[in-house]
């Protein structure tokens, strides 16, 4: 076995081995070992709170107890525990917070992969849980533990989470995001959509910059802390690239406001039209009183292409994405040419196209350098512009911008080939000599990355910037190097992620907490948290494997080509109950496969046919094979570490479930004489081919069991 990564659990397997070592022989020091290791395997297991660690801490003072009597296993013992729970302190507190162990060494505590994917560690099985049993509201409450706008990524999330999903080892990955949606929406308009309880007003300020995911994110968890916060913006609308840069077909503005409304009702004030650095400064904030700042500025400025006649056609017809975007979301409605071409590849380039289409272009042409499978976009996203009818040009590489002298006329381009370079996986265009040819346009948008707009900050004197140009912070709690100052979001990212923003911001927020109450920064990023262990949803084998990702209905192709109208549009009821009835529920399944090993190798049955956690024998998985040949011995669910495989007898049967999967049921046999239980046809069987010779078990005519058989024998 691997020598486990968990201080926690390594602790353990060293108690014990001292226990049972024979070496400690002091019987006080036995019993002070005996108590620590009950106290750790309740850490370990999920059963314990914060006064274990300070009992802890007690007993290891005990091995002191009587100086001459004190055995020296026993202080060896007591000072390597000192120095485990000092070295490893955040790990011992993290497993009591979160109620995770991210090294999974913890059987009982290991979290599942799709909370783990989640840049803001949402406690995805329970919020998908509690979705699947009708109770949105409940399921919005978790999800905003850790992330203010689920409706918005909902929409818009890239899902990490789906990508680790391990649903998708049997068919299709859960349809996370879309469930967050519809549970926020249902929620909101029950009036279910709530705050939380905030703490009173705790007379500290706090100034975030940029009310953009990763400012709208960190203002919420410091306002519920009790903190007053001011965000200082200079568009006239919040969001950030939500609302200025995501068009309103993904994302319609209305689930933006009202996600920020719930935020601003939390007493967070917008200060809407104010550019950091320009209409206020630093010292003007810190002379009204803030001690703490927030820089969430993102990445606004766009890369230019660096080709001919960029700049002799700048707004004579070449435009860069980031400013298309945001004028059109502010109210500009002029199509940006007849005929449009957009240079690059990721999903700004297809926002740019499709948004192009819906304003009147009457040909949208992406040009990419390389081919569509290299494309960074989201393969959904570039489907959809497909079928709206953008139209590609792969291995496309632009060299000039012509124009007539008053306007753009065409990009000319050379054709590309991809080359693998020595020593890289990566393949590079690279210009084919002798095929420039002219793509006819009256509009180009570049669409190849943006940076962060430094200016206004300089302010800042004391932090640090990386050679990306973004700022420098501690990634476990988004701290820069100048005191009272933390950033996150795309400012200290890079161009990323509307979650990444949110679970930057919200580590900044509790980071900034820490700061006003002079504690100490964590050192290790932060695990997770498992807010519930929610009951698994019982159901069929058979419905468990029918149920299948519902196809998500579009909007009509012939609006989608000219209306901003929301393209996606969103599962029915029944739809969303059902897909998040598909969930595996890995918060409770570590899958470990010993259940499978087990019943296999110890028991010579193999009814277990789980492929999607045996990588040893690939078979598909169908939980409908189990009652097959299962025969219900249970020696599955009494070897599982985490109760995620249960045996149980009900209503005259007996039932094994896997996470709420019915695997197999079969009826029990009772004795003809007591009426003892004696267990399904099935299992007698198997129990009687395994101990002919040994003992008769049942009367050849009738079904008895063994004492009444031995009744039966004695008369
Ligand atoms: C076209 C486009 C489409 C995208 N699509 C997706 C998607 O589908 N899914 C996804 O997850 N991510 C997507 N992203 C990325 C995502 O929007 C960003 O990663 C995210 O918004 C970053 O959040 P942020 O809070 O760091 O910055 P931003 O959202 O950029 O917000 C920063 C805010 O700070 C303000 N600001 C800047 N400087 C100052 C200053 N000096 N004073 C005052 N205010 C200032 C800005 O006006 C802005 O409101 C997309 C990005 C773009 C451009």
Request: glycine share 6%; net charge positive; hydrophobic share 35%.
């Given at each position: 076995m691997d020598k486990p990564l968990c201080p926690v659990h390594s602790t353990i397997l060293y108690l014990s081995d001292q226990l049972d070592s024979g070496k400690l022989k002091d019987p006080k020091s036995r019993r002070i070992s005996e108590h620590i290791l009950?106290?750790?395997?309740?850490?370990?297991?999920?059963?314990?709170?914060?006064?274990h660690l300070h009992a802890i801490d007690e007993l290891i003072e005990e091995y002191h107890h009587d100086k001459e009597a004190?055995?020296?296993?026993?202080?060896?013992?007591?000072?390597?525990?000192?120095?485990?729970?000092?070295?490893?302190?955040?790990?011992?507190?993290?497993?009591?917070?979160?109620?995770?162990?991210?090294?999974?060494?913890?059987?009982?505590?290991?979290?599942?992969?799709?909370?783990?994917?989640?840049?803001?560690?949402?406690?995805?099985?329970?919020?998908?849980?509690?979705?699947?049993?009708?109770?949105d509201a409940e399921a919005i409450e978790v999800i905003r533990h850790d992330n203010p706008l689920p409706w918005v990524c909902g929409l818009v999330c890239t899902r990490p989470c789906e990508l680790m999903c391990v649903r998708a080892r049997i068919d299709t990955p859960v349809s996370i995001k879309f469930l967050k949606a519809f549970a926020a929406e249902k929620a909101m308009s029950l009036g279910q959509y709530k705050n939380p309880p905030q703490e009173p007003l705790n007379g500290k300020k706090v100034c975030v910059i940029g009310a953009g995911p990763a400012g709208l994110s960190a203002s919420y968890y410091l306002a519920l802390m009790g903190y007053q916060v001011r965000i200082i913006e200079s568009l006239p609308v919040p969001g950030g690239m939500l609302m200025v840069?995501?068009?309103?077909?993904?994302?319609?503005?209305?689930?933006?406001?009202?996600?920020?409304?719930?935020i601003e009702s939390l007493g967070v004030e917008i200060c809407y039209n104010t550019r950091f650095g320009k209409d206020v400064t630093l010292d003007s904030l810190r002379k009204e009183g803030f001690e703490a700042f927030f820089i969430a500025i993102g990445a606004h400025k766009s890369y230019t292409l660096g080709i001919e006649g960029e700049d002799t056609y700048k707004g004579k017809g070449v435009i860069d994405s980031v400013e298309f975007l945001r004028r059109v979301a502010l109210g500009d409605r002029r199509v940006p040419g007849r005929r449009v071409v957009i240079i690059g590849g990721g999903n700004v380039a297809i926002d740019a196209a499709r948004t192009s289409l819906r304003l009147g272009a009457e040909s949208v042409t992406i040009a990419y350098r390389r081919t569509r499978s290299e494309m960074p976009a989201d393969i959904e996203e570039i489907e959809h512009a497909e079928e709206e009818g953008v139209e590609f040009s792969f291995l496309t590489i632009p060299t000039a911008v012509d124009g007539d002298g008053k306007k753009t006329t065409g990009l000319k381009c050379l054709r590309a080939e991809l080359i693998r370079k020595e020593d890289s996986d990566r393949l590079y265009p690279v210009p084919v000599e002798g095929s420039d040819y002219i793509m006819e346009a009256d509009a180009i948008i570049s669409a190849i990355g943006q940076f962060v707009d430094v200016e206004g900050l300089e302010a800042f004197t004391g932090i640090k910037w990386t050679r990306r140009g973004t700022i420098e912070v501690k990634h476990t709690c988004m701290e820069t190097s100048e005191d009272g100052v933390f950033a996150a979001g795309d400012a200290v990212t890079g161009p990323a992620t509307v979650i990444e923003a949110i679970g930057g911001g919200k580590r900044a927020a509790e980071a900034?907490?820490?700061?006003?109450?002079?504690?100490?920064?964590?050192?290790?990023?932060?695990?997770?948290?498992?807010?519930?262990?929610?009951?698994?949803?019982?159901?069929?084998?058979?419905?468990?494997m029918a149920l299948k990702r519902p196809e998500m209905p579009m909007l009509n192709i012939e609006r989608r080509r000219i209306m901003f109208q929301q393209a996606e549009l969103g599962y029915t009821e029944n739809m969303v109950r059902e897909e998040a009835r598909r969930c595996l529920r890995c918060d409770i399944c570590r899958r470990c496969g010993k259940c499978i090993d087990v019943c296999r190798d110890k028991m010579g049955i193999g009814a277990l046919k789980f492929g999607y956690m045996d990588f040893d024998h690939p078979v598909e998985t169908d939980f409908r094979k189990t009652s097959e040949t299962c025969i219900t011995c249970g020696a599955c669910a009494a070897n599982c570490p985490n109760e995620a495989i249960v045996i149980e007898e009900k209503n005259g049967e007996r039932i094994l479930k896997l996470c709420g999967t019915i695997l197999n049921r079969?009826?029990?046999?009772?004795?003809?004489?007591?009426?003892?239980?004696?267990?399904?046809?099935?299992?007698?069987?198997?129990?009687?081919?395994?101990?002919?010779?040994?003992?008769?078990?049942?009367?050849?005519?009738?079904?008895?069991?063994?004492?009444?058989?031995?009744k039966k024998g004695a008369f």
């Open positions: 009950r106290l750790i395997e309740e850490i370990s297991n999920g059963h314990a709170d914060k006064e004190a055995d020296s296993v026993g202080l060896e013992i007591g000072k390597h525990l000192r120095e485990v729970l000092t070295k490893d302190h955040e790990t011992f507190q993290s497993h009591l917070e979160t109620g995770n162990c991210a090294s999974m060494d913890c059987i009982r505590l290991a979290p599942s992969p799709c909370q783990m994917a989640c840049p803001a560690g949402i406690d995805i099985p329970t919020y998908l849980s509690l979705i699947g049993e009708g109770k840069g995501i068009p309103r077909y993904r994302l319609p503005r209305e689930v933006i406001d009202r996600e920020v409304a719930m900034i907490d820490r700061y006003f109450n002079k504690m100490p920064q964590p050192r290790i990023p932060k695990v997770p948290v498992r807010y519930r262990r929610e009951k698994s949803i019982e159901m069929p084998a058979s419905t468990k079969q009826k029990l046999l009772y004795c003809e004489s007591c009426n003892a239980v004696l267990g399904p046809a099935k299992y007698l069987d198997y129990v009687k081919d395994k101990t002919v010779g040994v003992a008769k078990v049942l009367d050849q005519k009738r079904t008895l069991c063994g004492a009444c058989l031995r």
